[in-house]
C-alpha cells in the first residue's frame, strides 16, 4: 500500500477495508471503522461550518475516552490540527496552552468548558464554537457559540472537503518549558506517518490485534497507539485512567481484553510485572513495547522471565522526533548495565556528534541528532527556541534540512547500536513524562513566601527518576511546609510534576562562581 498522505486516511482505508471491526473501545462503548469515520466526518463539518478551516487549532479538554478519539480525527478532517490538553492539569496551565495556539475550538467536557473558556476570556481569546461532550448539553453560561456533542456529530451538514496534506500539522503536543511556560511541539501528517509506517513493517500490526492505549493523548506514546492501530484495522483498547497505575487492575485488563500489543512506558510495565500470580494473564500478548524512560534491568529481566516467547521492543525519541532508535531486547546482560536505546531507525539516521564538533565514533561520548522524516517542524510561535535545536547539520553544513539535536548524551557502540548517559541540561524523565526542572523552579518560586527554589532529580526504584524540591522562605513567612508548598505546585503543574520531597531550608549552597550548586544537593537528596 502506498504511503498516505494523511493520517486520517488511515482511518478511511481501514473502514473500507474492515468496515464493522472495532476501530476503537473505553469499557462497554465502542466504535466500529465505518461508525468511527462517519461520527468524525460529521464532525469535521461542524467545525467547518463554525470557522474551523485548514491550519487552525482545536483543542481537546477533555478525559480520554471514544469521544476523544472521534474529536481528534475530525479535527484533522477539518483541516486543523489536534491540541490535547492535559485534563487533569490546573486549568490556567489548560488556558495557557490554549491560547498560546489560539485554538479555533474546543471540544471539552461541561464543567471544564466553562472554567476553561473563563480563564482563556482572561487571555482575551474566545473559540469560535465549544462543543461540550456529557451531560445534558451546553451550560446557559457557556459563553460564545456552543454545542452539544451528539448535536455536533449526528446531525447531517453539508459542508466542502477540506484538501489537507502530508505538510500539513496533525497536532501540537505540549510539553515543559525550561522558562515555566510549556512549548508547544508542532508535528505534521508526514512526521507521524513515517513513524507510523517505520512500526507497521517494523513491529506489525493486522487486522486481529488488540492495542492497548495506556498514554494519555498529550502524550506522544498515544501517536503509536492510535494510528499504527488504524493503518493495521486493527482495535485500540482504551486503559481507564483510574486504573493506569494499579498492577492488578492492569492485569486484569491485559486478560479480559484480550490485548495483543501493549505499549507503555516502563514503570507501568513494572507494576503489571509484580501484580502477575498467574503467567497465563498475560498469554494473549505477542509484543509488548515499552519508551518515555529507562527500564532497569534487572526488572527486564523479571518481565522477560513471565512472557518468554513475547516480542519486546524499547523505542527511544523525544517528542520532537516521534520514535528515531531502537532496540529488540534479546538475551539480557547477567549484571544490571542498562540496555542500550538501540540504532536509528530505518529512513531515519540518529549520529552522534563530540564535543569538539566532529563524528562519534565507538566508544565516544557526545550529543545525538537526529535526521529524518520524523523531525518535527518546530515549536509553535517560538521561532528563536526553534532554531536552537533545528540546526544546520553539523557534519553535513551543506545540507539545507534542519537536523534536532536533542540534547541528550550517547555513546556508540561496537554493534552499532547507543548507550544513553543522561541529558545535556536539567530536563528529565520520570515515569515516562518529559520535566523541565526549572518549569518546577518556576512555579514554587511564584508562591509570594517563597525566596527561591531549586529542584534536583534522584533515583527512584520506581519512577526511573523523582524530583527533590529544596526552597528558601522570605524572612518573616512562617508555617509554609512541605505539604503547603506540594500543594501549591500541584495547583499550578501537573500531578506527575510535584516534587516528591520538597525541603525547606536555610538557603541554597553554592559554586565558586556563584551559582547554586546542584550537584552538592543532587547528592544530599540520595544520601
Not at 536552537?388 to 536533542?406: D, F, G, K, N
Request: proline share 7%; glycine share 10%.
Amino acid at each position: 500500500m502506498p504511503p498516505s498522505p494523511t493520517l486520517h486516511d488511515l482511518l478511511r482505508a481501514s473502514a473500507e477495508r474492515f468496515p464493522d471491526r472495532v476501530a476503537v473501545q473505553a469499557g462497554e462503548l465502542s466504535l466500529t471503522y465505518s461508525e468511527l469515520d462517519a461520527a468524525s466526518d460529521r464532525l469535521a463539518e461542524t467545525l467547518q461550518a463554525h470557522g474551523v478551516a485548514r491550519g487552525d487549532r482545536v483543542g481537546l479538554f477533555l478525559p480520554k475516552s471514544v469521544e476523544a478519539v472521534v474529536a481528534l480525527y475530525g479535527a484533522m478532517k477539518a483541516g486543523a490540527a489536534y491540541v490535547p490538553i492535559d485534563p487533569h492539569a490546573p486549568v490556567h496551565r489548560g488556558a495557557i496552552v490554549a491560547a498560546d495556539c489560539t485554538v479555533k475550538a474546543m471540544v471539552a467536557t461541561p464543567g471544564r468548558a466553562i472554567e476553561m473558556l473563563t480563564a482563556l476570556a482572561e487571555r482575551g481569546h474566545r473559540p469560535a464554537l465549544t462543543v461540550v461532550v456529557g451531560g445534558g448539553g451546553p451550560d446557559a453560561d457557556l459563553p460564545g457559540a456552543s454545542m452539544a456533542w451528539l448535536e455536533a456529530t449526528e446531525t447531517e451538514r453539508a459542508a466542502p472537503r477540506v484538501a489537507v496534506g502530508e505538510r500539513d500539522l496533525a497536532y501540537i503536543l505540549y510539553t515543559s518549558g525550561s522558562t515555566g511556560v510549556p512549548k508547544g511541539v508542532m508535528l505534521s501528517h508526514r512526521n507521524a506517518l513515517a513513524f507510523v509506517e517505520w512500526c507497521a513493517e517494523r513491529i506489525g500490526v493486522g487486522p486481529e490485534d488488540r492495542l492497548s492505549n495506556h498514554a494519555p493523548l498529550h502524550f506522544d506514546l498515544s501517536v503509536f497507539d492510535l494510528y499504527v492501530a488504524a493503518l493495521g484495522g486493527a482495535a485500540v483498547v482504551l486503559v481507564p485512567e483510574e486504573v493506569a497505575y494499579l498492577g492488578g487492575s492492569l492485569v486484569e485488563f491485559i486478560r479480559g481484553q484480550a490485548i495483543t500489543v501493549w505499549y507503555s512506558v516502563p514503570s507501568a510495565l513494572m507494576l503489571i510485572t509484580k501484580a502477575i500470580r498467574d503467567r497465563s494473564a498475560l498469554a494473549g500478548l505477542r509484543t509488548v513495547v515499552f519508551a518515555g524512560e529507562v527500564y532497569p534491568t534487572q526488572r527486564l529481566r523479571e518481565l522477560q522471565a513471565l512472557v518468554p516467547g513475547v516480542d519486546l521492543w524499547n523505542l527511544y525519541g523525544p517528542t520532537e522526533t516521534n520514535v528515531c532508535t531502537y532496540h529488540r531486547i534479546g538475551e539480557l546482560p547477567e549484571d544490571d548495565r542498562p540496555i542500550p536505546i538501540g540504532r536509528s531507525c530505518e529512513g531515519t539516521d540518529a549520529f552522534v556528534v563530540t564535543a569538539e564538533g566532529g563524528p562519534g565514533t565507538v566508544g565516544e561520548e557526545g550529543e545525538l541528532f537526529v535526521d529524518g522524516p520524523t523531525v518535527m517542524q518546530g515549536y509553535w510561535g517560538r521561532p528563536d527556541r526553534t532554531a536552537e535545536v533545528l540546526v544546520r547539520h553539523p557534519l553535513s553544513p551543506e545540507r539545507e534540512a534542519p537536523v534536532y539535536r536533542t540534547g541528550d548524551l550517547v555513546r556508540l557502540r561496537t554493534d552499532g547500536e547507543f548507550d544513553f548517559l543522561g541529558r545535556r541540561d536539567h530536563q528529565i524523565k520520570s515515569r515516562g513524562y518529559r520535566i523541565e526542572l526549572g518549569e518546577i523552579e518556576a512555579a514554587i518560586n511564584a508562591h509570594p513566601e517563597v525566596e527561591e527554589s531549586v529542584a534536583v532529580a534522584v533515583p527512584h526504584g520506581e519512577w526511573g527518576t523523582a524530583v527533590v524540591a529544596y526552597v528558601v522562605i522570605r524572612t518573616g513567612a512562617t508555617g509554609l511546609g512541605e505539604r503547603a508548598l506540594q500543594r501549591h505546585v500541584a495547583s499550578r503543574l501537573p500531578r506527575y510534576m510535584v516534587p516528591m520531597r520538597v525541603e525547606v531550608v536555610e538557603s541554597l549552597p553554592r559554586t565558586s562562581t556563584g551559582k547554586i550548586d546542584r550537584t552538592r544537593l543532587r547528592e544530599a537528596a540520595t544520601a
